[in-house]
């Protein structure tokens, strides 16, 4: 009977375990603490010994903080995620985790984050703070709900983790450093508004007034075109400054964007849910690309 019960408590510990991992959303804060990374790397200025310790503190605030943020939304979201096909099946609706549960996973999440940040100076602090409140009260709290710029306004706290890392590592943020960030608050609403047009119908049911859903599909298509436009233009000049002695490394991040463009651009103007599906995908892989290629290659010119 002990055995049987260590067994079924074993089992019941790890499904635990999974459920939480799933209620994070592993590919969110993976991509947030990728995005940390570079911003360390980038701000790494190649005299002495890398700072490992501090770029991997920093990288764990970051993806602690994108944790703790995706917890408290979620419960903010709970009634909107019950009601859409493509979320309700989620731990929260299904009652799979208890709000309660949900947000003691945020606060300590969230505190580890800060108290993290705050060891590596004022201005990480600061900044891991903003993202934190554009994303759970000024995005999730007041504007989801309330108009189809709320994705615009919670822009802010995806460029944080490239400001952080690399004020994480040293100040001031160079040019090259705050046009990254800028190139990730353009990259959002292409994300975001790309797949909310695949599921429109699921935001409709919800009653979230996202661009595609409240939008005419004139206004939607030309909004997102100029969305794409202003991603590109940031990426060309970001693109000179990140590989300025890397003239092969311009032209492969230029002809990136580029491609990003067309895709991006054709789908706001001829929009259907094949290329909403289609742009979205290569929106996630320009920016996964562009992170990956900034730390492996780590070679900037300060």
Partial sequence: ??????????AFARNKLRIYWQYTKPRIWLLF????????????????????????????SVALGAIGAEAFTNVIDKEIDSRMERTKSRPLPTNAISSGEALTLGAVAVAGSLMLAEALGTFPLLLIAIGLIDNIVIYSMLSKRTTPWSIVLGSVSGGVPIWAGYAAIRLPISAAGWLLG????????LHIWTIAYAYAEDYRVANVPMAPVVWSRRRFGWTLAAASVVLFGIALVGDGLLWHRQIAFVLLADLAAMALLIITTQFALQPSILRAKQAFMACNIYLLLLFIAIIAVGSFVK
Avoid at 1 to 10: G, L, R
């Fill in 182 to 189: 800028l190139l990730v608050l353009a990259w959002i609403p």
């Fill in 33 to 60: 603490a990728v995005e940390a990374c570079a911003g360390a790397v980038l701000g790494y200025n190649h005299e002495g010994s890398p700072p490992l310790i501090r770029i991997a503190a920093i990288v764990l």
């Fill in 1 to 10: 009977m002990h055995i049987e019960s260590a067994i079924s408590a074993t």
